[in-house]
């Protein structure tokens, strides 16, 4: 079993930047993928940012260019760098892993607040 432990979320003014962080129990290197996800009152779950393990990235078209997902295979740790945040960009923000063989583990949750 692996556990992931979401960090750095909090309340910020429109415009400013957030990074948030997922640090996992064991080695990152066993996991396919990483992927960070958000859910905001009333609203299903969206994905925000992905990354392979051998470092490809995609984003939805709602944060390309100020969102930033990064993997330290030394730390255990993904990250999610958020920039120019938005009052849309309000919810709670979870990471998502999943192994080579699809065992899928999910983070706790950490909530961000944007403030117009």
């Known amino acids: 079993q692996v556990q992931l432990v979401e960090s750095g979320g909090g309340l910020v003014q429109a415009g400013e930047s957030l990074r948030l962080s997922c640090a996992a129990s064991?080695?990152?290197?066993?996991?396919?993928?990483m992927e960070w996800h958000r859910q905001a009152p009333g609203k299903q779950r969206e994905l925000v940012a992905s990354?392979?393990?051998?470092?490809?990235?995609d984003y939805p078209v709602s944060v390309k260019g100020r969102f930033t997902i990064s993997r330290d295979n030394a730390k255990n740790t993904a990250y999610l760098q958020m920039n120019n945040l938005k009052p849309e960009d309000t919810a709670v923000y979870y990471c998502?892993?999943?192994?080579?063989?699809?065992?899928?583990?999910w983070g706790q949750g950490t909530q961000v607040t944007v403030s117009s």
């Open positions: 064991r080695s990152i290197a066993r996991f396919n993928s």
């Open positions: 990354i392979t393990s051998d470092g490809r990235t």
């Open positions: 998502r892993f999943t192994t080579y063989s699809t065992v899928v583990f």
